[in-house]
């Protein structure tokens, strides 16, 4: 937390020397508009002496969530164009004869940023809409051909995500009418006692084939035992290093989950696919949940078909997106092609209320169709 801290401290004094000192504001003006900055630098930290609970998950009003996620948000977008208008402005000095119009280029990336930060922080925090996305799976048995499977990943019912997001995500899946339902982490910020409720319309999904989860590293931030339980009950069968074999008439499928890598950072299970894969009929297809998609070719090489993944938010900004990559093994969002087998990296049905933004980047409800390979 201290380095998130320190990082905000010096994109906020950078913002304040190269878009606010210039504008031609009233000097209050200008202590104005750096306060609003501040406030978002070190938005966190206010949640804390707010009473706002853990750092991953504040626990105050949504107004005060979506508030504070403007001034983050807005704090991250115009670092992006400042760095622009300043490549610029070294352009200007040496190679033009005018003085560069410091003012109207520090209020046009203030407007700019104040606009894609509006709009990002809506898309992060609306209802996400269906995206149907057709797979081939290699070996897939007759009986599967067609089938309808949703992928919900990246939830975080949060004081900003609340039931009723909640709710409309489970009543769009619903009208589907999905075969199966694969949920690969990260449900929750927070503990169970102040997210049971928000998450609680969870136990109306339901599928011919089940409906199934994996752990996510915003599980063990949140008491994972807990939730572990908590989950089930609502009628999720968690895969933690486990698979299950999925049947339509003579037709088989393995489904397996493995848990997040933040479990053995914390002293419990690490994910481990060959764990996971034991025992599971040879030649049958395997569809494996992921939180994390960067252990992919490992997965492909053991023979996994699918891996659905998330984790990223989908990179959330062009610019950013990248630097995510660099962080998920190259993975970002949508499909891969992995030595031979399928990964989807889901953008993410929702988003983290740390930073919930979404550029160029929607959250989906994913409606994956399963095709045999010809």
């Not at 009543?171 to 199966?180: N, Q, Y």
């Not at 009628?235 to 049947?247: D, P, Y």
């Not at 949940?289 to 699918?306: D, Q, Y």
């Not at 030595?339 to 994913?366: H, V, Y």
Request: proline letters at 6%; glycine letters at 10%.
């Amino acid at each position: 937390m201290r380095i998130i801290i320190a990082v905000s401290g010096v994109i906020f004094l950078y913002e304040a020397f190269s878009m606010i000192w210039p504008l031609r504001l009233h000097l209050w003006g200008k202590l104005a508009a750096a306060a609003l900055l501040l406030a978002g630098a070190f938005k966190n930290s206010i949640y804390q002496r707010l009473g706002g609970g853990m750092f991953f998950a504040p626990d105050l009003p949504r107004w005060v969530m979506i508030a504070g996620s403007l001034l983050y948000n807005l704090l991250i977008v115009a670092l992006f164009l400042l760095l622009v208008k300043d490549a610029v402005w070294l352009l200007w000095k040496l190679c033009a004869r005018r003085p560069f119009p410091a003012a109207e280029a520090s209020l046009l990336a203030l407007v700019f940023a104040a606009a894609l930060t509006a709009y990002g922080t809506w898309e992060a925090i609306r209802v996400p809409d269906v995206a149907e996305r057709p797979v081939t799976i290699r070996g897939l048995a007759p009986e599967f051909e067609g089938l309808r499977v949703a992928l919900l990943v990246d939830l975080h019912a949060s004081a900003l995500n609340r039931r009723p997001l909640i709710q409309a995500i489970v009543d769009r899946t619903m009208a589907l009418k999905p075969d199966l339902i694969l949920m690969p982490g990260d449900f929750v910020d927070g503990l169970v006692s102040q997210r049971r409720e928000d998450l609680e319309p969870l136990a109306q999904l339901k599928a011919p084939l089940g409906v199934f989860g994996s752990s996510g590293n915003h599980e063990y931030y949140s008491g994972f035992d807990a939730w572990m339980k908590q989950l089930r009950k609502f009628g999720v069968t968690m895969l933690e290093n486990e698979h299950r074999v999925l049947a339509r008439g003579e037709g088989r499928l393995v489904l397996a989950g493995v848990p997040d890598q933040q479990g053995a950072r914390m002293g419990r299970a690490a994910p481990d696919p060959d764990k996971a894969l034991a025992g599971a009929p040879r030649g049958v297809p395997v569809i494996l949940m992921a939180h994390r998609p960067e252990a992919a070719r490992e997965n492909a090489a053991r023979g996994v078909a699918l891996q659905v993944s998330g984790h990223t938010h989908g990179g959330m900004m062009p610019g950013l997106d990248r630097l995510v990559a660099r962080f998920n093994g190259g993975f970002v969002k949508g499909w891969y092609d992995v030595g031979g087998m399928k990964l989807f990296n889901s953008p993410g049905t929702s988003l983290w209320n740390g930073f919930p933004l979404r550029l160029m980047d929607p959250a989906e409800i994913t409606l994956l169709t399963l095709r045999a390979a010809p």
